[in-house]
Antibody, heavy 130, light 110 residues
Framework: VQLVQSGAEVKKPGESLKISCKGS????????TVWVRQMPGKGLEWMGS????????RYSPSFQGQVTFSADKSISTAYLQWSSLKASDTAMYYC????????????????????????WGQGTVVTVSS | QSVVTQPPSASVTPGQRVAISCSGS????????VNWYQQLPGTAPKLLIY???QRPSGVPDRFSGSKSGTSASLAISGLQSEDEADYYC???????????FGGGTKVTVL
């Protein structure tokens, strides 16, 4: 089971960007994928999640309207997209799979709160500078 | 400012034990499982403890987790140089309807 992310990006303010996260070794469409931001020298922030099977999305209020999640289940890939980058978007971005197991998740009840992030992708560095 | 609080740093001599606290409230730690992640320098985070006190396969039993009320704790016993890393707690917050991370604790091996 692994997630492999696309390579580092250097962009100018106002440009658009789409980075990717490809899963392998498991049924990609059947697990939520999450995105996590880590700004330089700072901690981890959950940005939101996407369910590739039907592209259902959940956004953290802090990131709602700032980014867009999408997925192509045919190629087991999730995407994180910006339409107009800002210097403050400079960060490392990680994707991860939402995982769980009994008794926290069963066929009859599997609340999102009873999950953890595992595994993680290697991260994609995004640098936005004029 | 995170809704879940960790001490920013901890310094420990090799072989000693360190405990990292993670303090929250009834809407997060008090009612949900806590997970811990280890981030070695220059690498992606890795799951260390899930569901308060469960170790994934491959994680040494030197690492242990616990939870009581609105606080959780990660303990590392017999500290080794390779344990020098940032450690993050994370949990679901019922009010925010999403995951929250603690600010992270940098463990330094003296």
């Amino acid at each position: 089971v692994q997630l492999v992310q696309s390579g580092a990006e250097v962009k100018k303010p106002g440009e658009s960007l789409k980075i990717s996260c490809k899963g392998s070794g498991y049924s990609f469409s059947g697990y939520w994928t999450v995105w996590v931001r880590q700004m330089p020298g700072k901690g981890l922030e959950w940005m939101g999640s996407i369910y590739p099977d039907n592209s259902e999305t959940r956004y953290s209020p802090s990131f709602q309207g700032q980014v867009t999640f999408s997925a192509d289940k045919s190629i087991s890939t999730a995407y994180l997209q910006w339409s107009s980058l800002k210097a403050s978007d400079t960060a490392m971005y990680y994707c991860a799979r939402l995982s769980s197991s009994p008794p926290y998740c069963t066929t009859t009840s599997c609340p999102m709160k009873n999950h953890w992030f595992d595994p993680w992708g290697q991260g994609t560095v995004v640098t936005v500078s004029s | 400012q995170s809704v879940v609080t960790q001490p920013p740093s901890a310094s420990v001599t090799p072989g000693q034990r360190v405990a990292i606290s993670c303090s929250g409230s009834s809407s997060n730690i008090g009612s949900n499982i806590v997970n811990w992640y280890q981030q070695l320098p220059g690498t992606a985070p890795k799951l260390l403890i899930y569901a308060n006190n469960q170790r994934p396969s491959g994680v040494p039993d030197r690492f242990s987790g616990s939870k009581s009320g609105t606080s959780a704790s990660l303990a590392i016993s017999g500290l080794q140089s390779e344990d020098e890393a940032d450690y993050y707690c994370a949990t679901w917050d019922d009010g925010l309807h999403g995951w929250v991370f603690g600010g992270g604790t940098k463990v330094t091996v003296l």
